[in-house]
């Protein structure tokens, strides 16, 4: 008896893994594990989602008109060159899958999101890693590592998991050393908690160039994460080549409809963003004061160092943390094993993630 035989390649993908959700035997978990939005979603939007239950029999609108044009009214865009997907990574996924294939190079920074170098080998093209400086990308580094196989370029900005960012001056330096044929993505996810001076989350590149998109998400401070929608600005033919792969129907109306209602909704947006410019600098500090080393970052979320192993490893740490209830992300996929990420939560949740930390701290001081 024999089976179909996947694609060369298919077979070798270290399938992608959430953080985790639960621990057995407690009711009570501190998931920081995914970077959701803290605050959650906003009211208005729930109420639309659930406005949407009366119509499950509808299709979607297909092209997310009504969403396209609230993002275009909002950000000053053109409507034509923005784009709706089941997530930032449907968008993400479908742009390797349209230009790069076999024989292909697929580029991105050292600790880049882990959906880069999935997807391309599920296209069957290689992922290249790009070197970092302090676990910031380098524009040096991409520059170096572009080759005449070179297809696409991915930048998170800020980046995930590291939390640092590259200022908009060296976004358009980096733009300016790419052959024209090669496609910059810049992965914005975090744009919203962003609030430096130099940083740009993309859009005036993508107005001034014909290689150049920028990929958004409803995932982070809008919380809307369990209904997958993404958006992305790019040039026209991009977006022509985008709705010629994608499936007919890819957001649901349920995601079309709350997305719209949580970007109207500027006041829970802003009460959101103000959180976390509360309790990631708390956060930080307190790490100060455990004498923590940790990656500072402009997301929503702070990646702490512990040991490479031995009694105060991350892996020592996260379990710890376990029998606390508290679920950091292990990252060691993205070669920072002696690192764990943690959403910046609510009060009550940073208060006890940095209790238990001391107290790990403490046992393994033996005292």
């Given amino acids: 008896m024999t ?6 390649g298919i077979m070798d993908i270290s399938p992608y893994v959430g953080g985790d959700a639960s621990v057995e035997g407690m009711a009570r978990i501190v998931k920081l594990s995914s970077n959701e939005g803290a605050t959650g979603p906003s009211p208005k939007a729930v109420a639309a989602f659930e406005k949407v239950g009366a119509d499950l029999h ?18 000053g865009l053109d409507v034509n060159r923005l784009i709706c997907g089941n997530g930032s990574d449907e968008i993400i996924s479908h742009l390797i899958h349209s230009y790069a294939g076999p024989g292909d190079e697929v580029l991105y920074s050292e600790h880049g999101f882990l959906m880069y170098p999935l997807g391309a080998m599920a296209s069957g093209a290689t992922p290249v890693k790009a070197a970092e400086t302090d676990y910031t990308a380098s524009v040096d580094g991409f520059l170096a590592a572009v080759t005449e196989r070179t297809k696409l370029v991915f930048v998170a900005n800020p980046n995930n998991p590291t ?4 200022p908009q001056s060296e976004l358009q330096r980096l733009r300016a050393g790419l052959p024209d044929d090669v496609l910059l993505v810049i992965d914005s996810a975090y744009a919203e908690f962003v609030s430096r001076n130099d940083y740009a989350p993309g859009i005036e590149l993508v107005s001034a160039n014909d290689n150049v998109v920028m990929t958004r998400t409803f995932s982070k401070i809008y919380g809307l994460a369990a209904l997958r929608l993404g958006w992305a600005y790019c040039p026209t033919e991009v977006a022509m080549v985008f709705h010629r792969v994608r499936g007919p129907f890819n957001v649901n109306a349920a995601a079309q409809a709350a997305g719209l209602a949580a970007l109207h909704d500027v006041k829970h947006t802003d009460e959101a963003r103000a959180h976390n410019d509360r309790w990631l600098p708390w956060l930080q500090d ?16 702070l990646t702490i160092e512990f040991d490479e192993d031995g009694p105060r490893s991350a892996n020592a740490a996260q379990e710890f943390l376990r029998t606390k209830g508290i679920l950091p992300r292990a990252i060691a996929g993205y070669g920072l094993a002696a690192h764990l990420r943690f959403t910046i939560g609510l009060e009550e949740e940073n208060r006890a993630v940095i209790e238990a930390l001391e107290a790990f701290l403490s046992d393994t001081n033996g005292d």
């Fill in 286 to 301: 307190e790490c100060d004061r455990l004498g923590l080393k940790y990656i500072p970052s402009v997301g929503n979320f």
């Fill in 58 to 75: 509808r299709y979607p609108d297909g092209g997310a008109s009504e969403l396209r044009a609230g993002l275009a009214e909002m950000y």
């Fill in 3 to 8: 089976t179909p035989t996947p694609l060369k």
């Fill in 163 to 166: 939390g640092t960012y590259l």
